[in-house]
C-alpha cells in the first residue's frame, strides 16, 4: 500500500489521460495545418516563383566579359602604316578580391606615384557605376619599368591585376597626329554618339581626327567570355566565348614621305601645311604646327602635360589647316583677278598706275612697295603683287560681287572635310556686316578687302583647294583623305572616289590669264616667290603677307614681339602646265610671304617631285 | 525500480514508423550534407554520421531507461545545464556577436542546444507532479521560475532565437498541461502590449535581423543577403530539384551556411518541391508518432514527456524551415537532423529515446 502511494506521488496516474489525448489530437492538427502552410510556401517558391529564381540563380553564377577588339590599323596611301597597334598594361583594381583597401592603396600609391586624393577619387566615382567583379583600371598604359615593379609586387597587392588591352603603336614618331587624332576614355557625353555606336564607358575611343571620324570601323566589335563564376568571383569554367571581330583597316590618301616632309619644314615654326592631288582633292599631306604626341592621352595626363597641350600662343591641340581661320593676304588678289575677268571689268590690258598709294576718303592705302609698281597690268598686278591695281579693282567690283566670286571659288564656306570643327572662315559682303555688326558696309572696307585683309579669312586647306581649283580647270573637290577602308582580312573593302562639288564657269582663256600670271610669281624673275624656283620644274604660286596690326602702329617686322608679326603665306601647285600637287602654307607670324612660307612649300614640291620615281616594292606587312 | 531494464519487450513495442522515419531524416541528412561537404570542401557529412552514431547510441540508453527516474534526476540536470550555461558566458567562443560554444578539443560544445530537452525534463516534471488540468497564473510562474536561470544565462549570451524557442516549448507544454481560459486570454492581451518593450532591449543586430526579415531588399550584400539567397536557392529548385550536387547556389557557394542553418535550403534546391515534401512528411510521421506515444501512455509524466519532445522537434523545424522560406527572420535555430551539428543532433535523438523509453513502458506503468 505503502509503495502504491508511494509511486502515485512520483509519477501520478490520472483518469484524465483521454483529456491529454484529446489535447494531442489539437496538437496534431495544428501541427498538419503548419507543415501545409510550409508546403504552400514551397509552392509559391518552387513552382510559381521557379522562373524568376531561376533567373536570378543564373544572374549570381553567370558573369558576362567584353573581351576588347584589337583596333584596326591606320595606312598611308602606300599601306605604310602610320598607327599601329600594340599591348597596354593597364593597373586595374578587383574590388572584390581587396582584402584591405586601404592596406592596397597604401601599398600601390607609391608603387604608381599617384596622386592619392585623385586615385581615390576616380576609385569612388568607378565603385558607383560599376559592379564589383569589374576591374577598375586606375593606370592606363603603365610604363615598362613600373610594370616590372608591380608585377613583381603582385603577391602582395591583392586585388589588384594587370588588365592587356590593345592599343596604338606610331611606328613612325609622331606623324600627323592632328589628322590622324588620339584615343581617350570615352566621355558620358560620347556614349551613343555616331561614331559611338559600339562603345561602353571605360572605352579607348578616338577623340579627334581619323581616329574619331572612322571610330566605329576601327574599333571593331568587342567579343564576348561568358563564364560561371563562384560567390566570391573565383571563375569556375568558361561557358561561351565569342572572339571579338578586328576593327578595320584604314588606308588614308596622304603620302607618309610627303607628310614627313611637310612636318619638318614646319618644324620650330607655327603654322600649317596642305597638299593636294588638284585633280581629284586628294590630300596628300596635312599638316599642322606645334603638334603633340596622340600616345600622351592613352595615360592619364598630368596637370603639367595638360596645360602645355592647352598652351593659349601656340595651341599644339589646334588642327590649323582646318580649324585656323586667317587673313589671306595677298593671295586674296587671285579672287578679285578672277571676278573681274569673269565680270568683263578688266582683262589682260586694263591697267593701272601705281605710286605706292592709294589716298581714299580721308584715309591713305599703300602698296607694300613704297615706290610703286609704276602702270601695272593683270599679269604684274599678280607677279609684283602690287596692292593699288586691287584697291582700284576691289572698288570697281564693289564688296559684294567680290563675296560672290569668292564663294563662288569655295571660300568662306566649309570644304566638307569629314573632320569636326572645320573653319569656313569668312567672305564679307553687305549683307553679313548688317547681319554681324548691325552696320552698314564702307567702301573703305572694300579697299582693306581687295588686299586680302580686313574682315576676310580663310582656312590653309580652303586655299589649297581654291588654287587647286585654279589649276584644274575651274573644278572644286571636297577634300578627301581616305583612300579605303577594308576589314582585318581583307575580304570587305570600301574605296572612296573623289567628290567634285562644282564646275566653275569660267572662260578658259581668263583662266589662262591668271594662270600664267601666277606661274611668274615664281618663274618671272620680278616675281615675289622667284627665289623658291625648282630646277627642272615649272611652279605656279601666290604670296601673302596679310597684318596682324594696323598699319599705323607697324614697325619692321623683325623688331616687333612675334605675336604682332605678319601671317606669311603660300600658295602654289606644279608642274604648271599640268598640275599634279598644290599646296598651301601658313606660317603664323611668319612675316613675308615669299621667304618664310614659300620656302616650306618648296620643300614639299621638290620632295614631292622626288617621290615621282618610281616606288619600291613595299611588302604590305599588317604588325599585330 | 531499477533505473534501467532490458527487458526484450521494449525492443518488441518498439515503435516502428517512428523509427522508419528517423532512419529515413538521418538519410536525408547524410546525403545533403554530402553535396555540402562537395560543395565546402569539408567533411561535414562524415563528422555528422559520427554523431548521428553517438546519438543513437545514447536513444538507445535512454529507450532501456526508466524515465520516471528522471524526478530524482531533476536537480542534477538542472545543475548541469546551469554550470555548462555558466561556462559559456566564461570561457565560451564568440561568433556573430554571441558566445555559444565551449570548445571541446575538435569539437564545440551547446550547451543551449541541450537545454531545450532539459527545459522539456523539467517542466513535464514540473506538471506530472500537480493534479490539475487547468491551470492559473501560478501554473505559468512556477513553471518558468524553475527555468528561470538557464533561460535567462541563454538570453545573456545573447541567443535571441534559441531563448524565444525555449519560451515557444514551454508554452507548448503549458498549454499542453491546461490554461484557464481567462488566464489565456489575458496572456494574449498582455503579451501583443509587451513587444515593444522587447524591441526596446533588443541588441542592434537582433533589431536588424527583424527589420531585413520584414524588408530583404533593405540590405542585399549584408543581412539581406542569407534570405535573398535562400528563396533564390529555394526557388530555382522548381519541382524535381537541380539534382544531387547540381545546384549552384549551395554548390558554388552563393547560398551561406549550406551545412547549417540554410542546409534545408540545400536540400530544396536540388531536390526540388518532390523532395522537400517526402522530407517534411517524414517529420510528420515522427511528429504524429510523438503525439500518439503522448496520447497512449497511462502516464502523466510520460504523456507531457512525449508531447514536449514533440514540440521541441516541431518547433524547430517549422522556425527554420519558415525562416529558410523568408516567412520569418533569420535566428540560429537548426533544422533537427538536418543541420550539421553535434550537440543538436545529439538532443534530437536523445529526445527520441525519451519518446522511446515513454512508449516501452506505456503498459508496463501500473494503474
Redesign the interface.
Known sequence: MAKKLNFKLRSGIHDDIPLYKKRADIAGLLMLLAIAILFSRLYFLQVISHEKYKAKAENNRIRSFRVQAARGNIYDRFGRIMAGTKPYYNVCILRQEVQNMETLLARLVPLLGQDEIELRLRLQEASRNQPLYEPIVIERAIEWEKLCVIEAQLHNLPGVVIDVVPGRAYPDENIAPHLLGYLGEITDSQLGLPNYTKAVKGDMVGQSGVEAVLNDSLSGEAGKKVVEVNVVGGMERVMEYVPPKPGNDVYLTIDMELQKAAEDALMDKVGAVVAIEPDTGRILAMASSPKFEPEVFAKRISPEEWKKLNDPVYKPLFNRPLQGAYPPGSTFKTVLALAALQEGISDANTSYFCNGSFPFGSRVFRCWNERGHGQTSLYRSLVESCDVYYYHTGLRLGIDRISKYGRLWGLGEKTGIDLPNENPGIIPSKEWKKARFKDKWHEGETVSVSIGQGYVTMTPLQMAFFYAAVANGGRLFKPNFVEKVASADRLWEKSFKPELLRTIDIAPAKLELVKNALTGVVQDPRGTAHKIRIEGINMAGKTGTAQVVKQAVRKQDEKMAWKYRDHAWFVCYAPAENPQISVSVLIEHGGHGGSAAAPVAKKVVEKWQELQTPLPNIKYERLT | MAMFNFDRKILLHMDWWLVFSLLMIMGIGTTNLYSASIASGQSFYLKQLLWYLVGLAAAGALMFFDY?NL?SLRFLILGAIIIALGLVLVIGKTAGGAQRWIPLGPFHFQPSEFAKLTFVVLLAQHF????E?AFGYKGILQPLFLVSVPFLLIFKQPDLGTSGLLLIIVG?II??A?LKWSVVATLAVGGLSLMPVLWKYMKPYQKKRIEIFLNPELDLKGAGYHVT?S?????????WGNGFMQG??GQ???LPESHTDFAFSLW?EEW??AG??VL?CL??VL??RG??I????????G?FLA?GV??MI?WQV?IN??MV???FPVVGIPFPLISYGGSSVVTTLLGIGLLLSVDARRSI???
Open positions: 520516471r524526478a506530472a507532479k500537480k493534479e488540468t507548448s498549454l499542453f491546461g539567397q528563396k533564390i536557392a529555394v526557388g530555382s529548385g522548381h519541382i549552384t547556389q558554388l557557394s552563393f530544396s526540388g518541391l522537400c515534401i517534411l517529420y510528420l511528429f504524429s503525439l500518439a503522448a496520447s497512449r501512455t497511462k502516464d502523466r509524466l504523456a508531447f514533440t514540440a516541431f517549422m524551415a519558415s522560406l523568408g516567412i506503468v501500473k494503474r
